[in-house]
Each structure stands twice: as C-alpha cells, then as structure tokens.
C-alpha cells in the first residue's frame, strides 16, 4: 500500500503542476499560435514592458494588494485582540460574523457590493475594490492573529505590568514582539488574497482601472498571445513566494 | 457532607462556582476599548458585505433596478424565473450537475491522496508534498484555469502529441465541453478535498488502526471500518468546501466550457454585466445563497465521530 | 519592609460576591499564607493586593500609604505566576533586568544587579539561555529572581509551586524560605495546599467563600481550629456531634467525653474536633490514663504505610473517625476487632460552628 499511495500522489501532483507548467513553458514560445515544437524566445517577457494596459492593471494589482494587507492586518489585528482576549456579550455573534465573506461564493458578495456601492455612490474603481478587498482579507487576518493572540499566555502583560509597565508599554514590550510573525504572516496571506482576487475585482472594475487578473480574464475572452503566459507566469511566481513566505513565518510562530 | 468511611477525609469543599479567572481582568471601564478595538473591522465588513447583501435581497424584490429615476415596483416574479424561464432549469441542473462530478471526483482522487500522504510518508517528504499540495491553492486561480487551455485546446499539448501518433485524427474538440469544466474545477479545488481529509485522518490515533490489527483485522478492513468513519467528517467538509463555490462558479465555465458553459454563475454574472436585469439577478443570487445556507445547515448538523484524545 | 493592612475589602463578579468584607493584617517581614479551596477568593485578594484589580469596596495599605487605587505598576510590588510568566522572546537575564529598566536603571547598573539576584537564586551561567529551555524549576526561579530584584515593598506568591513535581517542590520550599529570610521581604503566599503552609509559613489566613475565617500562627490554627472548616482545610480532623451534660458532651451512642476548654450551657449542642494522631487505640480491657476519653469502637478497615497505620473505625453511634498510629510492633489490628479510643481532654477541641 506505500508504494501504491507514493505513486497516487505523485500522479496527483504531476496533475496539479502539469498544466501550469506547460503554461509556464508557453511564456517562451516563440510562436504566437502557440505552435509545436517550441523555439525558446523571451520576447514576450519583453513585448510586456511596452504593454501599457497591463502595466498600469498590474500596478492597480500591487497597488490595491498593499492598501489591502496594511489596513485589513491593522483593523484585523484589533479586532482579533479584542474577540481573543476581552471577555464580552455578543462575542460569538461577532466571531460567526467573520465566517460569511469566506463562505459565501464570491459571486454572489461581489455582486451585491456592485449593486451597493453603484447605488450609494460609492461607485466602482480603486477604491472600491480596496474596500473589497479588505473585508474578504480580514476574516483570514483574525483567524491568524487570533491564533497568535491564544498562544501567548495571558499573564505575560500582567507580569510586566507588576514589574512597572504601564498597560500600554507592556503591549508594545510584550505582546507586540510575541505576536509579530503572526501579524507578518497575516499581512502576506491579505496581500496575497488580494492578489489573487479576480471576481470581487471584475465586478468593482472600472474601463481603464482594473487589475491583473481581470485583464487577464478580458484577454482570455477576447484572444490571446503568450504575452498572457508571461504574465500569468509573473503573477503565479509572486504569489507562490509570498505563501511560502507565510508558509515559514506561521510555522515559527506556532513554534513559540 | 461526604460520605465518610472513616479513611476519607472529612472535608467539606466549597460548592460554590468558581469564577473564572480571565473575568478576573475584566475592569467595567473597557468597553469603549472593545469597541474601539472592534468598530472598524466590523465597519468594513457591515459596508462591504452586510449592507451590501441586504440592499441585495431589497433589489431581488424590486421590478426594476431603480436608477434614472424609474418608481420601485415590488413583485416576486424573479424568483418564479425557474417557473417562467424553463431553460433556467437545465442550467440550474448543469451546475448542480458541475459541483456534484467535481466534488465526487475530489473524493475520489483526493481521498486516497490524503490517506497516502498521511500513512506513506513521514518527515521532510511528507512536509514538503503537504506545502506542494496547497501551495496552487493560493495562486491565482484564474491562471490555473488558463493554463487548462494550453493542454486541452486544438494544438494544446494531448492534441498535438496523440497527433504526432497517429496523424489522421480528427480534431478532438476537448476543450469548450463539460469535461473541460470538470477536470479545470477538480484542478482548482482538489487541494481543499486532500487539506481537509488529511487533517482528519491526521487526528486518527495510531493506537485506534494497531488495535483493529491486534483485533486481526486486515488492512482493508481497517480502513472501511475504522479510518474511513473516522475520515468522514473531513470529507464532508472538503465537500461542502467544493460544492458550495463551484456551484457558484462563472469563470471557469465561461473559459473551460465556450458555448456549453452556461452555469447559474454565467447567468448571474450576465444580468450584472451584460443584461443590466440587477433585481433578477440579484434574485437568482439569493436563490443560490439559500441553496448554500440551507446546505451548510444541514452539513453542520452531521454528527462528527469524537477520535479519542 | 511594609506591613500591608487590608480593610473591608469586598469583590463581585457578576451575581457572585468573591470576597466578602475581608480585613487582614500582612505583618511586615513575615510569610503569610492564604489558604483556601478553589473559589475562596484567596487568588483575588491576592490581585488587589498586586493592583491588578481596584477592590468595589475597602482599603489597601502598603507600610503606610493607601495604594487602593494606585495600579499595579506604580505599587512596587514583586509577583510571582503560577505559570512563571517568563517573557518568552527574551533572555533570561532580560527578563530579570525587566523590571529594574522599567524603573529607570541604566542597562548596565540593571545587567549587574540582575546577574547578582540570579547569583541568589542559584542560577548562574544562565543568564543567556531562553526561558523555553529552562526546566520547571529553574523557570521558577528565574521568576522569583525577577520578582524580588526590584526589591520590592512586598512580595506576592500566586500558587508559585503547583506547577512542579512533588520533589522538585519540596526542594524549592526550602529555597523560597531561604529567600524571603534572606530578603526579609514581607510575603504574600497564595496555595491550596495545605503541607505547603504549613511548613512555610509565619502565619496562616484560610479563607472560605469569600472570607477569612481564621487566621494565625500555623500551630495554632492546627492546634485550635474555630471551625469545622478550618479543622478540615487544616489537617485531617474527626467531628463528633452531641450535647453538653454536666460539664461534658454527651455523644449519640451514649459515651461521655470530657474537653478541657470551657463548654456553653447545659442542654446546648456541641460539634467538636479531634485530630486522628492525637488518638491512642486501647484494647477494650486496659487501663486508661486517667482522665482521659475513652471511646468504644470497632476497626472496618486499616491502612498499612511501613512506619504508620491508618485505621477507619466506627463509633457505636455509627460515626466514621479515623485514627494513626505508630507502626510499633508490627501488629495491625484486623477489621471487627473491638477498640478503645483514648485521648486527652485538652485534644477535644470545641467547634464555633454547628454540626451538620
């Protein structure tokens, strides 16, 4: 049987990886029709650097991510001190409440924000895709954190304090350098949610203001040539970087 | 009092309940910090998704969206659309259809793996095929279905090597068709069907699967009597986890299936964007989310075998 | 060195009153224990004495300042966690400069000092390692070491040795005595175990239910407890229950014994205590000492320890007491055999409280 399951999961990984792979191999293809066998070419890397829409889509992209990770880690990391070490009525409800943005399918959240923000006049564009994004990174941000905050012993704040802290230096002293790699890896997992998003996106988008991955959709629907591969390639390398980089610091901060 | 057989101690201890100590540090002056602490994520969230889904279900009962001015009609007639529009019913039928092959093969090819990576591997290897697992999890998933076009299309890598072999062959038409769907759904979401299984395959005490082998139980019958019972809450969530968003999905099928790919998700996603029908759309929506609540519901009612600890 | 005096504290948590009107004396210098059952308020009163919590009524006094609403960390105190509460991303000697920093010390003055008290609490060459990879028992040390660096006004203990085996406990009683009579630091010393004040104790508060009920030396509590409770909490104790005649208890079953202690009226019904090693078993026919109770019984079961014997013996009233003895010659009495339980009036010790 362990040879057997060995075998079934490398089936399984070469199933996960194959594709992407290929697709990967495509960004350096030279023909445009995506023709076999290959002739090996960078120049769609290079053709990207004069691709106007993409880059401005990708700067949107980077852009929003990093709005997205400092306010969802800030606001979700008081909210998690709050829902993880104070006691009050109402703290369940409010720990539920974090669960719909992630279950709910994205289609149906992303289409009642468009039709919330068009008719408040919140409207569509940057902002609002900043303001999406920040409510679908948050419940992962407090789910993070929180966990963070349960693993520190609650007397550590006490003991500083009866040695001559006052509350807030021992929370910068104490539980702020405890609680780091888990507000670091909840930073890089929002960055990365928002990268990643394209449905709440490609509803909140605007003509001229959009991100990657709905200019990767558009293109897709309209006709393509591999300068999609190569920066579909760029965007699927950053954010497998960015997860192993959560993958490492969440494990260091489970060590403690 | 104790009983007392004149060995035990007399000993009458307090009855009353202990306070716990983490209400110890709760000072009555708090609550403006609390508050504080909670008001902006829970702003967010009010102003992005609660208002949001409420001033949805107030727009699935209206005729009109009304905008430029037009009055607000209330009906219900979006939500008889599967009554008045029958075709909705073979859509609404392909997507039930869609998320029940894909969770069916999650199942199937995921399952296995996570018991093999739980049981076949140990250590580093087992870590580093656990990172690989999940790690397509958190890229982009509109890319991962792109990359589907690149095998399945006419010229794609099968078509062109099963040409190489036998250069007669009539075009395949792989991709734009259900399977299409199928396999770019099971690639997206399989990771979710192998996370959750092996956690609770994980959570199986070693001590359990020796005792059925020293009860002489072989290893097939271990696994149908002891691990799979007790894997079964991990796939029902994986389940759940997978149904719930495919049911819901328009950018695969819209990439993946062509002219085959019309999904409650493509409907949906057309009265937003291309037909400007918000309130039936806004209705179809909530008609999936209450297919969700409803599913979830009674998942979460399964009753879940304790391991022991 | 600062008596710490507490007057009418009182505390409530929700519909619970955890402490009810509690006055106690901290004598400057000395070890006191409060001793108390889970849920006795002991660890509260121990918080508004450290500040962590502002009591809804009374007062606390440190030497002669009204700290009551002074918080924790402007009281000078020491404490000392049931969990060590060790700053885990810092080094041990960190952590015990922590508090001398915090009280404006330079690094340098603070470092010396600290490696000093790490010196006194028998440590030394640790002061680089992590708290995580210290045992048990020197973690406690190193927070007792943090504790008393900042010499404070006084020391507070929250169940400091719960967490350790019972070896390494008795190990560090000995040590902490050794401290708190090196330092002359007046001591607060929160436990549930009752061995454990009494051997490091000066003196002894028990609580119940949100009150002292007696406080003392720990012989004298042991001695003369006042309650049923503190008797029991105390030690190991048997009740016996009847009614004062002339001058003496009349038991259930008929037996008379004496106290030495004046008894109320003539009529009223008395529980009194008597401690199960203060109890010589005599066979029925001997001769007593004279003056002494002598209680027919008979043996249910024994209990062999090598050096002691416990035995469970029943009165002829039916009341279960238990009773040790000196392993002198090897016997043991088998179940049914019949008994005389002496003992001297003065170890008859009248209860303030009911009987049951």
């Not at chain 1, 990207?48 to 889509?57: C, D, M, R």
Request: hydrophobic share 50%.
């Amino acid at each position: 049987m362990g040879a057997l399951g060995r075998i079934w999961l490398f089936l399984v990984l070469v199933f996960l990886y194959l594709p992407i792979v290929i697709m990967a191999l495509m960004a350096f293809n030279a023909s445009p029709f995506y023709a076999l066998p290959m002739t090996f070419t960078t120049k769609w890397f290079v053709d990207l650097s004069g691709n106007a829409k993409l880059i401005a889509a990708g700067r949107n992209s980077v852009l929003i991510a990093l709005v997205t990770a400092i306010v969802a880690t800030a606001i979700g990391t008081m909210a998690a001190l709050a829902l993880h070490r104070r006691q009050f009525r109402g703290r369940t409800l409010l720990r539920v409440l974090l669960l719909p943005p992630i279950a709910i399918p994205w289609l149906i959240i992303g289409t009642a924000m468009l039709v919330f923000f068009y008719w408040t006049g919140i409207g569509r564009g940057l902002h609002a895709m900043i303001l999406g994004h920040v409510a679908l990174a948050l419940p992962y941000v407090v789910l993070v954190v929180g966990a963070g905050v349960d693993s520190l012993r609650p007397d550590l704040e006490d003991a500083a304090m009866s040695l001559g802290s006052s509350p807030s230096d021992a929370f910068f002293r104490i539980t702020m350098p405890l609680l780091a790699p888990s507000i670091i890896a909840a930073a890089l997992f929002a960055f990365a949610v928002s990268l990643d998003q394209f449905v709440v996106s490609y509803f909140l988008a605007m003509p001229g203001v959009s991100t990657l991955p709905v200019e990767i959709y558009s293109a897709i629907r309209k006709g393509f040539t591999p300068e999609i591969n190569a920066i579909s390639t760029i965007l699927l390398v950053a954010s497998m970087v960015i997860v192993l980089g959560f993958a490492r610091l969440s494990r260091i901060g489970a060590g403690r | 009092m104790p009983s007392d057989d004149g060995l035990g101690r007399a000993r009458s201890v307090a009855s009353r309940p202990r306070v716990p100590v983490a209400m110890q540090r709760q000072t009555r002056r708090d609550w403006p910090a609390t508050l504080g602490l909670l008001a902006p994520a829970y702003g967010v969230l009010l102003i992005a998704v609660f208002l949001p889904l409420a001033v949805m279900a107030f727009f699935s009962f209206l005729k009109q969206a009304p905008f430029g001015g037009r009055p607000l009609v209330f009906t219900l007639e979006h939500y008889l659309a599967f009554v008045n529009r029958p075709y909705l019913i073979d859509v609404a039928w392909r997507s039930i259809s869609l998320g029940l092959w894909t969770t069916g093969l999650s199942i199937a090819i995921g399952l296995p793996a996570a018991l093999a990576l739980a049981r076949a591997t140990r250590g580093r290897a087992r870590e580093t095929i656990f990172i690989l697992i999940i790690l397509p999890f958190w890229s982009n998933g509109l890319v991962r279905v792109f990359s589907w076009t690149m095998v399945l299309r006419d010229g794609g890598i099968i078509d062109a090597g099963l040409r190489w072999l036998l250069p007669s062959l009539p075009p395949l038409g792989l991709l734009y068709s259900f399977p299409a769907m199928v396999v770019g759904l099971v690639h997206a979401y399989l990771p979710y069907m192998i996370l959750t299984c092996y956690l609770s395959i994980l959570a199986i005490d070693d001590k359990i699967v020796e005792a059925a082998a020293s009860l002489g139980a072989r290893s097939f019958t271990i696994f149908r009597t002891i691990v799979l019972p007790l894997a079964l809450p991990g796939v029902m969530s994986g389940a759940v986890l997978i149904f719930v968003p495919v049911i819901g999905s328009f950018m695969e099928p819209r990439i993946l299936g062509g002219k085959v790919g019309v999904t409650m998700g493509t409907v949906i996603e057309d009265q937003f964007v291309q037909g400007f029908n918000w309130p039936l759309g806004s209705a179809l929506s909530f008609t999936m989310l209450a297919v969700v609540l409803v599913l979830l519901g009674a998942f979460s009612r399964v009753p879940r075998p304790r391991p022991t600890a | 060195m600062s008596a710490v005096a507490i007057d009418g504290v009182a505390q409530r948590f929700g519909a619970t009153l955890v402490l009810d009107d509690v006055s106690i004396v901290f004598e400057a210098g000395k070890l006191t224990s409060l001793l108390g059952p889970s849920g006795s308020g002991k660890t509260t009163l121990l918080r508004i004495v450290a500040g962590f919590l502002a009591p809804e009524a009374g007062s606390v006094r440190i030497g002669d300042k009204d700290v009551t609403m002074e918080p924790v960390w402007r009281r000078r105190i020491g404490f000392v966690f049931q969990s060590y509460a060790l700053f885990p991303h810092m080094s041990v000697l960190e952590n015990v400069m922590y508090g001398l920093e915090r009280r404006g010390m330079s690094r340098r003055a603070a470092g010396g000092k600290a490696g000093a008290a790490l010196d006194m609490v028998r440590l030394p060459g640790f002061a680089d390692r992590k708290p995580a990879s210290l045992s048990g028992g020197q973690q406690q040390r190193v927070a007792l070491a943090r504790a008393i660096v900042t010499k404070p006004t006084v020391l507070l203990l929250d169940e400091p040795l719960s967490a350790l085996d019972r070896r390494l406990r008795q190990e560090m009683q000995v040590e902490l005595l050794r401290i708190q009579r090196e330092s002359g630091l007046t001591t607060v010393f929160v436990t549930h175990d009752q061995e454990e004040a009494l051997a490091l104790s000066d003196r002894v508060a028990i609580l119940d239910r949100g009150r002292i009920i007696q406080s003392g030396a720990p012989a004298e509590i042991y001695e003369h407890p006042r309650t049923r409770f503190a008797a029991a909490f105390l030690g190991d104790a048997n009740f016996l229950t009847g009614t004062v005649e002339g001058g003496a208890i009349r038991l259930g079953g008929g037996a008379l014994i004496r106290a030495a202690s004046a008894l109320p009226g003539e009529g009223a019904r008395v529980t009194v205590a008597v401690r199960p090693e203060k109890i010589v078993l005599a066979s029925p026919g001997d001769a007593t000492v004279g003056g002494a109770n002598s209680l027919p019984s008979t043996v249910n079961a024994a209990i062999y320890s090598g050096a002691a014997l416990t035995y469970g013996v029943t009165t002829p009233d039916g009341t279960a007491m238990k009773v040790f003895a000196q392993n002198f010659d090897g016997r043991i009495l088998a179940a049914g055999a019949r008994v005389t339980l002496c003992w001297p009036p003065a170890q008859t010790v009248l209860l303030d409280d009911e009987g049951p």
